[in-house]
């Protein structure tokens, strides 16, 4: 075998085995994506401080198929309004729990809620009390008086939570923890 038939093999064999190794490393991350961590971005001014407009963060999708949402945890879920929207809210309160919005706070169980989190620390609305069925949590926006949550439209379906944010990814100077 000539040496010019053995370098168009080999540069052959380079570009088949790097074609193989970028499209198993896109299988990977697709496989990743849809069973495990997914990105989102935020698209409303709902979450802050907690989360800015622009801001990019990764949902955890398997952890409510091993515990259940608690209070404080932040959640993307499909809009029980639109379709083809999903939203980042707080649960503020889950099955069983009396929620109720007076006074410009939050109380659940009949106790005020202190909410450090907060962009203002006193909010418009009022809500009455409501106890949270099985299979529900009741959701709203650290922003709250700029926030469609579920005093608008009541608990959301735990089936519809898509996954739990953990942490900001971009930008680089707003990094961490959610």
């Given at each position: 075998?000539?040496?010019?038939?053995?370098?168009?093999?080999?540069?052959?064999?380079?570009?088949?085995?790097?074609?193989?190794?970028?499209?198993?490393?896109?299988?990977?991350?697709?496989?990743?994506?849809?069973?495990?961590?997914?990105?989102?971005?935020?698209?409303?001014?709902?979450?802050?401080?907690t989360l800015m407009?622009?801001?990019?963060?990764?949902?955890?999708?398997?952890?409510?198929?091993?515990?259940?949402?608690?209070?404080?945890?932040?959640?993307?879920?499909?809009?029980?309004?639109?379709?083809?929207?999903?939203?980042?809210?707080?649960?503020?309160?889950?099955?069983?729990?009396?929620?109720?919005?007076?006074?410009?706070?939050?109380?659940?169980?009949?106790?005020?809620?202190?909410?450090?989190?907060?962009?203002?620390?006193?909010?418009?609305?009022?809500?009455?009390?409501?106890?949270?069925?099985?299979?529900?949590?009741?959701?709203?926006?650290?922003?709250?008086?700029?926030?469609?949550?579920?005093?608008?439209?009541?608990?959301?379906?735990?089936?519809?939570?898509?996954?739990?944010?953990?942490?900001?990814?971009?930008?680089?100077?707003?990094?961490?923890?959610?």
């Open positions: 075998m000539s040496g010019a038939r053995k370098k168009s093999r080999t540069l052959l064999g380079m570009v088949i085995e790097i074609v193989v190794i970028v499209a198993a490393a896109f299988a990977i991350a697709m496989l990743v994506q849809f069973f495990l961590v997914k990105p989102f971005t935020i698209h409303q001014i709902s979450m802050e401080p407009e622009g801001d990019r963060i990764l949902i955890n999708r398997v952890v409510y198929h091993f515990r259940d949402p608690k209070s404080g945890d932040v959640v993307v879920f499909q809009s029980p309004v639109n379709d083809n929207e999903d939203l980042v809210k707080r649960v503020v309160a889950v099955a069983g729990d009396r929620v109720a919005v007076r006074d410009g706070s939050l109380y659940v169980n009949g106790v005020a809620q202190r909410e450090p989190y907060l962009r203002d620390r006193s909010f418009r609305g009022e809500f009455p009390e409501t106890t949270i069925p099985s299979g529900r949590v009741f959701v709203m926006g650290d922003n709250r008086n700029n926030s469609g949550d579920s005093r608008l439209f009541g608990p959301i379906s735990t089936e519809s939570i898509i996954g739990g944010a953990f942490v900001i990814y971009w930008p680089i100077r707003r990094w961490g923890g959610v």
